[in-house]
């Protein structure tokens, strides 16, 4: 008896539009995504089409199904080396054609099968912030300039924030667009093109930074964004490398023109309340959308339009090495609560986030309480879980079930992170 050749949807990633930032793996329940140092792509073996990962990737690239044959399902080895996506396959005369996932790839191995299937059961559905907004957002543009229509800024300012004889190289870039329309809201997040080939001949893929600027512009009334960059020296594990896109930006010249895409993000934006709260947790560069979301709460409360409450907690190695140290100590006490966690500053208790984060229990426990409030996470990965943690452990204390707290932050669009 002979099997009848089938024809297929294979869940792909476009390499082409994909900004490697890692949403769509954050996001699959199943861990059927995973990525190398060239591409993200999709385990046909492990994948089983719940559709999680689509909505939340900012650029697209995820939402592509192409045919195939069923004994030619794409294996993830061939998808890292892919520079664009493969043309769908011919159907052979007879084949049936089947509106279903593709079959697992020929080389994906079993173990990862097996390891899939685990986590299925062991992993939350549900990601750690909501993935909507606050219901008095502002609405977003997204996605006005993509890989076929990239637009060019001019550099009009870069400077490093950090101390110049500390390790952090942390820069402050101004980018002017002309006469390019780039309206954006605090929150959301531009991708860059390092300038330059890769060792292969190839475009290097775009970098994705969060604005640090208010909606109305570094400068107001004028059409020009800041973001907040870290040259990166090292990798994850301390070896030491030179990021590509860093390594670029930071040492980009006034008048230098550079080219990006963008926006994205419509869900991690604030609340457009004259009364609402904001509890802002950052470490490094994660303050670049803590900066722009004070930044906007103080010219507007400089009109007197805003009388929320800012509380900021900000971890970094030392005061030395944490970006806007300055400017951000100037803020007027009565406008924003600032909690500084030091990991590094000599004399000393080493702090992170999430330990101070429980010094303010009661303070933060209020701001929980009160549904005029947001909280937004934005730096290091690893500062997630202890985030989540303390508060849970701050909510669980007061007598509530933190699920339920959790679930009302998410569901009510109260909760976000971004982490890279
Ligand atoms: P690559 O050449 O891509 O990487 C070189 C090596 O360094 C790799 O091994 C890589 O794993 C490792 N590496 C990558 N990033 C880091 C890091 N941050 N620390 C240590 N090792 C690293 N970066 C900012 O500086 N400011 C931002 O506001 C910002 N916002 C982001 C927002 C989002 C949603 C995402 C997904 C990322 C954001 N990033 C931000 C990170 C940024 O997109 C780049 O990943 C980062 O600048 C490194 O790029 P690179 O080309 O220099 O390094
Ligand atoms: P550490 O001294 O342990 O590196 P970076 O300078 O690398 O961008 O990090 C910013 C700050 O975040 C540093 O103070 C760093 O401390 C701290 N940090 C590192 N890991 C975590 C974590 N898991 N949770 C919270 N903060 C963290």
């Known amino acids: 008896m002979t099997t009848a050749t089938t024809v297929m949807k294979q869940h792909l990633i476009d390499p082409e539009i994909c900004i490697r930032c890692n949403t769509c793996e954050e996001t699959c329940p199943i861990d059927a995504i995973t990525h190398d140092s060239n591409n993200y ?24 199904w192409i045919q195939v044959v ?17 043309e769908p396959q011919e159907a052979p005369e007879g084949a049936e054609v089947v509106e279903a996932k593709a079959p697992a790839a020929p080389t994906a191995s079993e173990a990862q099968k097996e390891e899939g299937d685990q986590d299925l059961e062991n992993k939350p559905f549900t990601a750690a912030g909501a993935s909507i907004p606050p219901w008095s957002a502002a609405h ?56 330059g080939e ?18 109305d512009g570094e400068r107001p009334g004028y059409n020009n964004l800041s973001i907040t960059v870290k ?41 457009n309340l004259p009364d609402s709260n904001l509890v802002m947790i950052c470490t ?26 800012l509380m900021l907690f900000f971890g970094a190695r030392s005061e030395r090495e944490l970006p806007y140290f300055g400017p951000l100590m100037n803020l007027p006490k009565d406008f924003i609560d600032i909690n500084l966690a030091l990991s590094r500053q000599a004399d000393r208790p080493k702090k992170y986030v999430q330990d101070v ?23 290091l990965k690893g500062m997630e879980e202890g985030v989540l943690a303390a508060l849970k452990d701050i909510v669980t204390e007061s007598g509530k079930k933190w699920e339920d707290v959790h679930a009302q932050l998410k569901t009510q669009g109260r909760l976000h992170f971004e982490t890279y």
């Open 41 to 64: 792509v999709v385990d046909a073996s492990i994948c089983n089409d719940c559709m999680a990962c689509v909505p939340p990737c900012p650029t697209g690239a995820i939402d592509n």
């Open 231 to 271: 040259r990166v020296v090292e990798d994850h594990d301390g070896n030491p490398v030179k990021g590509v896109c860093s390594n670029y930006l930071c040492d980009l010249q006034k008048n230098d023109s550079v080219k990006l895409i963008g926006p994205y993000g419509n869900s991690f934006l604030m609340p």
């Open 140 to 195: 977003p543009y997204t996605n006005l300039y993509t890989h076929k229509n990239p637009v060019t800024a001019t550099v009009v300012g870069n400077y490093r924030v950090t101390d110049s004889d500390t390790d952090s190289d942390i820069h402050h870039i101004v980018l002017d667009m002309g006469d390019t329309p780039m309206p954006l809201l605090e929150g959301q997040s531009i991708a860059i093109f390092p300038a």
């Open 357 to 379: 984060i429980r010094e303010r229990a009661s303070d933060v426990l209020a701001l929980i309480n009160d549904s005029k409030t947001c909280i937004y996470v934005c730096g």
């Open 198 to 215: 890769d060792e292969n001949g190839r475009s290097y893929h775009a970098r994705q930074y969060s604005i640090a600027s208010p909606r």
């Open 70 to 86: 069923s004994d030619n399902a794409y294996s993830i080895e061939e998808q890292f080396t892919w520079d664009e996506l493969p």
């Open 284 to 309: 490094g560069t994660g303050a670049a959308p803590m900066r722009a979301m004070t930044e906007h709460c103080r010219r507007l409360n400089k009109e007197g339009k805003y009388r929320g409450k």
